[in-house]
């Protein structure tokens, strides 16, 4: 099992996934460092996002209890690691 980190990748976003939206959902219970989205390059694609959380234990916290749910802001669920 991989160690820990303070970066994850959060995967199943929308298509059209911005900075600002990954601010509005994760960043209101944890303190964002940095965002790299992805959007999705064809259509039915999902958009994707690496984020710095500012702690390991709140990357953690995210990764255990958003990863198969679906976030507060977003319609479907996410895949978090």
């Keep these: 099992m991989a160690e ?4 994850i990748y959060i ?3 929308p298509g059209d996934v911005s900075d600002a939206l990954i601010q509005a959902v994760f960043g209101t219970s944890c ?3 940095s965002v790299k989205t992805m959007q999705s ?6 958009g994707a996002a690496l984020v710095r959380f500012a702690t390991v234990e709140e990357a953690t916290w995210v990764v255990q209890n958003l990863n198969g749910n679906i976030a507060e802001g977003l319609e479907e669920p996410v895949k978090v690691r």
């Excluded at 820990?4 to 970066?7: A, E, K």
């Excluded at 390059?41 to 999902?46: E, I, N, R, W, Y």
């Design 41 to 46: 390059k064809f259509p039915g694609q999902k």
């Design 11 to 13: 995967a199943d976003l």
């Design 4 to 7: 820990p980190s303070d970066n």
């Design 31 to 33: 303190t964002i460092k």
